[in-house]
Nanobody
Framework: QVELVESGGGLVQAGGSLRLSCVAS??????????MAWFRETPNNERTFIAG????????NYAPAVESRFTISRNNAKKTANLQMNTMKPYVTAKYFC????????????????WGKGIQVTVST
């Protein structure tokens, strides 16, 4: 069972940047075979896809609303998946979750079997 722990959240002013990190337990071999993604939880507790990255890091996909401002990356040797968020806007305020899947890192939360506990990101005006 892979455990995921998020870090890097907090309070930022509109227009600013934050970098979220997710570190996985277990072996590098296992991590390097997982698709990884970031989701955020809406006020009605729905988990909305933000960005995903393939097991090799060769393919990335993004929600249209963040595609030009957010970048997902991974380091398999360090067992980390990161989300760089730039030009942040207040509407992205939410709790952010890291997730892992043995499938392709698609945009449906049902594909993901491992989740972190989440981390709060707040963007002030």
């Amino acid at each position: 069972q892979v455990e995921l722990v998020e870090s890097g959240g907090g309070l930022v002013q509109a227009g600013g940047s934050l970098r979220l990190s997710c570190v996985a337990s277990g072996s590098e071999r296992i991590f390097s075979n997982l698709g990884m993604a970031w989701f955020r939880e809406t006020p009605n507790n729905e988990r909305t896809f933000i960005a995903g990255i393939s097991y090799s890091g060769g393919n990335e996909n993004y929600a249209p609303a963040v595609e030009s401002r957010f970048t997902i990356s991974r380091n398999n040797a360090k067992k980390t998946a990161n989300l760089q968020m730039n030009t942040m806007k207040p509407y992205v305020t939410a709790k952010y979750f890291c997730a892992a899947t043995v499938l392709d890192a698609g945009n449906s939360y049902t594909r993901y079997t491992n989740w972190g506990k989440g981390i709060q990101v707040t963007v002030s005006t």
